[in-house]
């Protein structure tokens, strides 16, 4: 399939933004979303809209299909042992402070160590911090690279007996660094230690095997792989996830529900409390279905294209730098001398190029570049380097706008 037929399945991509055509470049954000996903989301409202697992009558039957049918689909992408390991959550951040809430709670004590890096997106760092305050556990950080690459000797001087949990994302949202999981999960567990992983940034563009990196949990989150908002997943090895108590509870997640006592369903469902996100888990099967007729290679190898033109073009350009390892996923963030990040975007939202600007949710990995914020361009498997000539001829009007004094 030619990158012009994947467009042409993206229909809010064929408009203009500001008198020009839309150049989407802010997909570790969010993605864009193809007809196939926006067709099964609304064929659900249209046609069988019900709520699922409690009712015995024709829509509630083709709903709870749809949903449960989902959740097998996301165990073949990860290659998950069992469908009780996937459990559908609000998305990556729900995921992970499921994590901290039920498992931290339950094992973690005064002294123990959560070790994490200094390139986690908040959502890898807040819960963490609370549950260190709750139990009395140390908060530990892995140092980076000059680079932004880990190192695994660093990660053997970090990680010690006292470590209980070792959370990292796989992809970072801002240096694109591809973090060594399965190294660190060898580490972790050597130690006595759990492995989590951020899978946000990953899922999309890669080819993810939970058995393989070996790791014990891992979320992600749908709206960044062609899926709809407001779904995610939570996978979790089941000898874990049998063990620790649900963080929401009420209708759904129950099993027997007395006046003083309550007991909860089995796996995954004990996790899931209330009416479900059925059609984002709908809608993220439409999206499996979608990325693995694309292929999830096919994918990565594209990406790895646009980033090394990209990286070759930038390097053309006076006056910008640009954070992160040679070796990436599908992003480059930068700055330019003396430009606030800010005005950048703003100067390439009136050409039609939609890039981020800001902390992107790393302030503490802000501080360690010793910048305040920076702009970032992310490619998705719709984009091309014909969009990146435009992004890179944005730029050098950006500089000469504001070398005249604007």
Not at 92 to 110: C, F, K, P, V
Not at 222 to 233: A, F, L, R
Request: aromatic residues 8%.
């Amino acid at each position: 399939m030619n990158i012009h037929d994947i467009r042409d399945m993206f229909p809010i991509l064929h408009q203009e933004v500001n008198g020009n055509p839309l150049v989407y470049l802010d997909s570790a954000a969010t993605s864009q979303k193809p007809i196939q996903v926006i067709e099964a989301v609304d064929r659900y409202y249209r046609e069988y809209n019900s709520n699922v697992h409690r009712g015995v009558h024709t829509l509630g039957t083709k709903a709870t299909d749809g949903y449960e049918n989902a959740r097998e689909k996301v165990r073949k992408f990860i290659n998950a042992k069992s469908t009780q390991e996937v459990i559908f959550t609000r998305g990556t951040t729900t995921a992970l402070n499921m994590i901290a809430t039920s498992y931290g709670r339950d094992n973690l004590q005064e002294g123990d160590e959560i070790v994490i890096t200094y390139m986690e997106h908040h959502a890898n760092i807040i819960p963490w911090q609370q549950i260190a305050k709750q139990t009395g556990a140390v908060l530990k950080y892995i140092p980076l690279q000059q680079d932004g690459s880990i190192d695994l000797k660093d990660v053997e001087e970090t990680v010690t007996g006292q470590t209980k949990i070792v959370s990292v994302m796989l992809v970072s949202n801002v240096l694109g660094s591809i973090n060594p999981i399965k190294d660190i999960a060898k580490i972790a567990h050597r130690n006595g230690a759990i492995m989590v992983v951020d899978g946000a940034q990953a899922a999309p563009h890669m080819k993810i095997d939970v058995q393989d990196l070996d790791c014990d949990f891992l979320g992600f989150s749908g709206h960044k792989m062609c899926g709809p908002t407001g779904i995610g997943v939570l996978y979790g090895k089941k000898e874990f996830l049998e063990k620790m108590e649900p963080v929401e509870t009420g209708g759904e997640m129950i099993d027997f529900v007395g006046l003083y006592e309550s007991t909860w369903k089995e796996l995954p469902w004990k996790f899931e409390a209330g009416t479900p996100i059925i059609a984002g888990a709908i809608g993220l099967g439409a999206a499996i279905d979608f990325l693995e007729e694309i292929g999830l290679d096919h994918i990565a190898a594209h990406e790895h294209k646009l980033v090394e033109y990209a990286l070759e073009r930038f390097s053309q350009i006076e006056g910008i730098t640009v954070y992160g390892p040679k070796h990436r996923a599908g992003l480059v963030t930068f700055n330019i001398d003396d430009v606030h990040p800010h005005d950048v975007a703003t100067v390439l939202d009136a050409e039609g190029i939609a890039v981020r600007a800001g902390h992107h949710c790393a302030q503490p990995l802000m501080k360690w570049l010793n910048v305040s914020a920076t702009a970032r361009a992310s490619f998705y498997l719709y984009n091309t380097e014909q969009e990146i000539d435009k992004l890179v001829e944005g730029l050098i009007k950006t500089k000469e706008y504001f070398s005249n004094g604007f």
